[in-house]
């Protein structure tokens, strides 16, 4: 069995659950199967097992360095990611036009979920780069596409975003890189940007790099970035590779986890190469002027998805481990075994490993399914045939990706937590590999937006956007679960009047925060709020997976029905007292001087 990622839970979500087989019958997906989809996860795992998982401890103690000229990797991360670009996956969900597979986007989710748990430093890089390309087939040029992301889908090239600033870090109004129009309808920028993920290597013929800038004489704030492509080296207009960008790498950031993806600052016309004569690093625009930052979404969304996608392929990895080692780890004995001469038992035995294997599972299966959800909603919103389900797909994973973002970074790594503690004393050593999945997983909070951003999204826009029917609309699918769920009868109608009232305190909580129309108030209870309010979508998705294994009565159904049980003991009720909390509009931290802390 692997200790990666369980395929059969992912035939479960996908197949039992999700009924992805059925997105077949539409016109995109028409040459797809069961067989296809299968094959694609059978190699997905194959290339994890083989290419990725092997070196994810070597990448990590001899992370990437800088010799001044060039950045030095070990050589299994290329092996791995010349691989990948063989297999196709990088353009899995894209159109075959460009070379793409057309596959359905909760399929490829699964699929790059195995890449994660083996290796999620050496996965960074196609991660990066299908982003990339997915925004510049939304907004680029045909020339653009045809210049930047066929190469990219081919594995030769491979992308960055570059948002962040040194002064600026999330404050994107803050962004000071400039970008000065040439006579030709070209720029050079001029700037630098911080934390830019492969943003140097030299692991593929060339890197594209995305980035927010400002034109001069445009609008102050957000509303003045545009975006630009910037390569590292310049494409020739026969694809051929020109000049030396001036792109600079000015230093590698040594983080505590992902350490196998470079981490960088870059200098963009610092003047150290001067591509047609002149500094500046050459780029070109994307879309529109100072429509930046609603193009650079289109990638931010798909990777807030995909980095709670990687929090949960994490945790459930580290769970893997974890009940792998409980089952072969002897220690103590069973309760009410008194004779000393008596042989241990393994510590699964124990209530308390038990407890913490059993919490691990419940975060981990529900991160999982509430990623591979959001995918399916991805399909939906591209390929259902009617323009009312398109729309409403995209309304629910707009409120939903705030939490599919930031639920699973929680607690995908507070399963990392307990794997560790599962072990023991060995949990802490680095002759296993759980505390390299909890240092790994700990950057997740941060990527593509903290907790606290994500909050804000979620309270100050997402809940409230077009008078709150983004959240009706969320009510309304959970509760037309619970319906089913009453119908069922059951431990399942047991847990549908928990939810249906966990439904109901949102709404009213939601308006409580907002009644008396200050925002100061309400979003100091953001951070709160997202926690909650994931939970019960969480919850949810645990009743979706009982109701799917109703009828089933084996081992592996039996686990489904005992994780949604301890979800919704052990886990559920910390959102009801938060919700109390939340009801209070507690100004505790907003209250309190400064002098204070």
């Not at 008596?342 to 913490?356: C, E, F, K, L, N």
Request: charged letters at 20%; a negative charge; hydrophobic letters at 40%.
């Amino acid at each position: 069995m692997s200790l990666l990622l369980s395929r059969r839970d992912l035939d479960f979500l996908l197949h039992d659950w999700l009924r992805v087989t059925e997105l077949t019958s539409r016109t995109r997906y028409a040459e797809h199967s069961r067989e296809t989809f299968d094959a694609v996860l059978d190699l997905s795992a194959r290339l994890a097992e083989e290419r990725f998982a092997p070196h994810n401890r070597k990448a990590d103690d001899q992370e990437p360095t800088f010799d001044g000229e060039r950045v030095h990797t070990v050589p299994e991360v290329a092996d791995a990611l010349r691989a990948f670009g063989r297999s196709g996956l990088t353009g899995a969900t894209m159109d075959a036009s460009v070379g793409g597979g057309q596959l359905p986007n909760v399929v490829a989710n699964a699929c790059f979920a195995w890449f994660q748990a083996a290796n999620v430093g050496t996965s960074a890089y196609p991660f990066l780069t299908m982003g990339n390309a997915n925004l510049l087939l939304a907004h680029g040029s045909p020339e653009q596409i045809g210049t930047y992301v066929r190469p990219m889908v081919e594995g030769r090239f491979f992308g960055t975003m570059c948002l962040s600033e040194p002064h600026a870090g999330s404050s994107l109004a803050d962004v000071t890189t400039r970008a000065e129009p040439l006579p030709d309808g070209g720029y050079r920028l001029f700037g630098n940007k911080m934390w830019i993920s492969g943003g140097d290597h030299e692991l593929s013929e060339n890197i594209v790099h995305l980035v927010l800038a400002r034109i001069p004489g445009g609008p102050p704030g957000v509303k003045g970035l545009s975006l630009f492509i910037v390569p590292k080296h310049l494409v020739r207009a026969d694809g051929s590779l020109g000049e030396r960008n001036d792109v600079v790498l000015a230093g590698l950031n040594h983080k505590m986890g992902y350490r196998g993806t470079t981490n960088t600052l870059l200098n963009f016309g610092e003047g150290a190469h001067t591509p047609q004569g002149a500094p500046g690093a050459l780029g070109e625009l994307v879309g529109e002027p100072h429509r930046g930052l609603s193009y650079m979404f289109h990638m931010m969304n798909e990777a807030r998805i995909g980095v709670g996608l990687g929090a949960a392929a994490l945790g459930y990895t580290g769970y893997l481990h974890a009940l792998d080692y409980a089952r072969n780890r002897p220690q103590g004995r069973r309760l009410g075994v008194r004779d000393p001469r008596s042989p241990q038992t393994p510590i699964i035995d124990h209530a308390d490993v038990r407890r913490m294997l059993l919490a691990q599972k419940s975060y981990v299966e529900g991160a999982l399914a509430l990623t591979l959800y959001c995918g399916r909603l991805v399909d939906e919103q591209r390929t259902a045939e009617d323009a009312e389900d398109r729309d409403s797909a995209k309304t629910l994973l707009d409120v939903l990706t705030p939490i599919a973002k930031s639920w699973p970074s929680q607690y995908g790594l507070e399963a990392n937590s307990l794997a560790i503690q599962v072990h023991g004393g060995y949990g802490y050593t680095r002759e296993y590999p759980v505390e390299q999945f909890y240092r790994d997983n700990r950057l997740n909070p941060i990527h593509e937006g903290t907790h606290g951003i994500h909050g804000l999204d979620l309270l100050g826009r997402k809940a409230i956007m077009d008078g709150g029917a983004g959240l009706r609309l969320l009510a309304e699918r959970i509760t037309a679960t619970t319906a089913r769920a009453h119908h069922a009868g059951g431990a399942a109608a047991g847990y549908a009047r928990e939810l249906d009232g966990c439904v109901a305190r949102t709404l009213g909580v939601t308006a409580r925060l907002w009644a008396d129309g200050d925002p100061a108030t309400a979003l100091a209870n953001a951070t709160v709020y997202l926690e909650a309010v994931g939970h019960v979508v969480v919850a949810w998705m645990w009743l979706e997976q009982l109701l799917a294994a109703e009828g089933h009565g084996s081992a592996f159904h039996d686990g489904k029905r005992g994780a949604c049980r301890f979800f919704f003991r052990h886990e559920l009720p910390r959102a009801r007292a938060q919700f109390d909390l939340l009801e209070s509009l507690d100004r505790t931290a907003v209250d309190l001087p400064d002098d204070c802390f």
